[in-house]
């Protein structure tokens, strides 16, 4: 069984410059989530997808992010004009029914913004 | 404002001691508190978890105690081996808000 597969691994962008990160849930699950992680910050929900559908998105930076779930087989998450406050691992992990606390988490996407 | 609060921020023990990890939260309606370890590189993966309605929950080698009144609850490892060095992240669920994390304890066990 593939576990939740993130797409780059580490992405490396200069100031300005848009980010795009991927993610393929769990096959079956309906809910997935977007987190960012920071030592300073810990673990900060983004945003929540259910059945595609975007259900919660209270986490989101209100101007250069974007997520989007086109299909039940990937979600993408969009930074533009990164900055290097948003350097940080964007995790994303998916759940069978919703939000029910039991994430499986893939193994995250690392942007470095110079 | 921190919602769910660990300590100590890291944690070190010899192989064969027990390792505690202290969590508190602050909001009443939290009802479900999942326990996630993380490996350098990977992500977190859920270790054991309870419901607020339970005051113990025990798998193998990890046991949660939890305290209702008190909004505390605590992650022991019995026999700590090398291979549980990594950081644990003790969250708290809210149907409606989701789940909150606190900002994880770093334990190291060495042989």
């Known amino acids: 069984n593939a576990g939740v597969i993130q797409t780059p691994r580490h992405k490396v962008t200069g100031k300005g410059q848009e980010a795009t990160l991927w993610c393929e849930p769990i096959?079956?699950?309906?809910?997935v989530f977007w987190y960012r992680q920071t030592i300073v910050q810990g673990l900060e929900f983004l945003t929540y997808?259910?059945?595609?559908?975007?259900?919660?998105d209270s986490g989101m930076p209100k101007e250069r992010f974007s997520a989007q779930m086109p299909n039940q087989s990937h979600s993408t998450l969009k930074i533009q004009s990164t900055q290097p406050q948003d350097s940080a691992v964007y995790l994303c992990?998916?759940?069978?029914?919703?939000?029910?606390?039991?994430?499986?988490f893939g193994e995250g996407s690392k942007l470095t913004v110079l | 404002q921190q919602q769910v609060r660990q300590s100590p921020q890291s944690l070190t023990v010899w192989e064969g001691e027990t390792a505690i990890l202290n969590c508190s939260y602050e909001?009443?309606?939290?009802?479900?508190f999942p326990w996630y370890q993380q490996f350098p590189g990977e992500g977190p993966a859920l270790l054991i978890s309870?419901?607020?309605?339970?005051d113990k929950k025990e798998d193998g080698r990890f046991t949660i105690f939890f305290n209702k009144r008190e909004k505390k609850l605590s992650l022991h490892i019995a026999d700590s081996q090398p291979g549980d060095s990594a950081t644990y992240f003790c969250?708290?669920?809210?149907?409606?808000?989701?789940?909150?994390f606190g900002l994880g304890t770093r334990v190291s066990v060495f042989p």
């Open positions: 992990a998916s759940s069978l029914t919703g939000n029910t606390g039991q994430l499986y």
């Open positions: 096959s079956g699950h309906s809910a």
């Open positions: 909001n009443s309606a939290f009802d479900y």
């Open positions: 309870i419901l607020s309605v339970s």
């Open positions: 969250a708290a669920l809210n149907y409606a808000q989701g789940l909150t």
């Open positions: 997808f259910r059945n595609q559908a975007p259900i919660d």
